[in-house]
């Protein structure tokens, strides 16, 4: 049998990496976002992010393997979660830092893809938490209902943008309008703001995401649509 001479180091090392090799892929890091709105199947998941069942369940199958989500079987389907939510969301986080502050590249892209669609300045989640509390603004979450459902910002109401243009007559015009979806590039969002700035509505975007406002222990809830 052959012996495997290197460090205890290096063979924690090697482990180490396995965590690393999950992540590096843009496929499974669209997941991880999904995935931080609560417990899915796949077919929800391969929906969430577009990729067709067999490519989903490949790249779970490898975040499972680098130990960063946990899945379960029910009947014929298998659902997946984070397996330590609050730590992957911040590794997942300051990657996304590192890229913003150090790859000009990000920066390009943030600036034409997103920066060019809403010059307002987003709605911080301190600010968010304030003006709410004093009922100052109307808040809606603007993802599909199944992730409403599993979680949302306390007080949210769930418009999904699909929905946006029929329930206008729901919304009130005398107040500012905060939309939030996913995560701070999350289309759903902008595509909301736009519509409704379109409408004569005031309209802004959460600066994050629900995973980002759970993660900082801001008050959250679960219920239906």
Request: charged share 30%.
């Amino acid at each position: 049998m052959k012996r495997n001479n290197a460090s205890p180091k290096r063979l924690l090392l090697e482990q180490f990496a396995r965590v690393a090799k999950a992540l590096a892929s843009p496929q499974r890091l669209d997941l991880i976002e999904a995935l931080a709105q609560g417990e899915r199947s796949v077919d929800e998941l391969a929906r969430a992010t577009g990729m067709p069942m067999a490519n989903a369940s490949h790249h779970l199958q490898v975040l499972r393997d680098g130990g960063l989500v946990h899945s379960r079987r029910e009947g014929v389907q298998v659902f997946y979660r984070l397996s330590d939510e609050e730590r992957i969301l911040r590794i997942a986080s300051d990657i996304q830092h590192v890229a913003e502050e150090q790859l000009a590249e990000v920066e390009r892209i943030v600036r034409e893809a997103f920066d060019s669609r809403d010059s307002l300045t987003p709605v911080s989640q301190r600010e968010l938490l304030k003006r709410a509390r004093a009922g100052e603004v109307t808040v809606i979450d603007v993802r599909p209902p199944e992730e409403f459902r599993a979680g949302h910002i306390k007080g949210a109401v769930n418009v999904p943008v699909s929905e946006l243009g029929k329930r206008l007559a729901e919304l009130p015009r005398d107040r500012e309008i905060v939309a939030y979806c996913r995560g701070p590039y999350c289309m759903l969002a902008f595509e909301a703001v736009e519509k409704l700035r379109r409408e004569g509505y005031q309209a802004r975007r959460l600066e994050d995401g629900y995973p980002q406002w759970r993660a900082a222990r801001h008050p959250v809830e679960k219920k239906s649509a």
